[in-house]
């Protein structure tokens, strides 16, 4: 079994940034893929990004890209979000998910492991 744990959620002003961290713990993969989706109220989970933890290689929904960053310490066995220009549409809670093998996906189907989510709350 994997654990992911998310922190780093909170409250910001609309241009602001935000770092989130998902500390993986238990079986984890040499190969897998982790990622970010995020899941507003009454919309459906929505990716946002995934790196791969042995590459470093990355994707981004074109929502966010070029305001936010995936990326990985493979020491602490941690991935990050940063966020920046952050806009009221990105409010929402923030999941982290891993899949046990390399991916190219953006379905939250496709991933096995789940953190319990951070909310994330930008104000106009």
């Known amino acids: 079994q994997v654990q992911l744990v998310e922190s780093g959620g909170g409250l910001v002003q609309a241009g602001g940034s935000l770092r989130l961290s998902c500390a993986a713990s238990?079986?984890?993969?040499?190969?897998?893929?982790m990622a970010w989706f995020r899941q507003a109220p009454g919309k459906e989970r929505e990716f946002v990004a995934t790196?791969?933890?042995?590459?470093?290689?990355?994707t981004y929904a074109d929502s966010v890209k070029g305001r936010f960053t995936i990326s990985r310490d493979n020491v602490k066995t941690t991935v990050y979000l940063q966020m920046n220009s952050l806009k009221p549409e990105d409010t929402a809670v923030y999941y982290c998910?891993?899949?046990?093998?390399?991916?190219?996906?953006?379905?939250?189907?496709?991933?096995?492991?789940w953190g319990q989510g951070t909310q994330v709350t930008v104000s106009s």
């Open positions: 238990g079986r984890t993969f040499s190969s897998a893929t």
């Open positions: 790196i791969s933890w042995r590459s470093g290689s990355t």
């Open positions: 998910a891993a899949k046990g093998r390399v991916v190219v996906t953006t379905s939250p189907d496709t991933f096995d492991y």
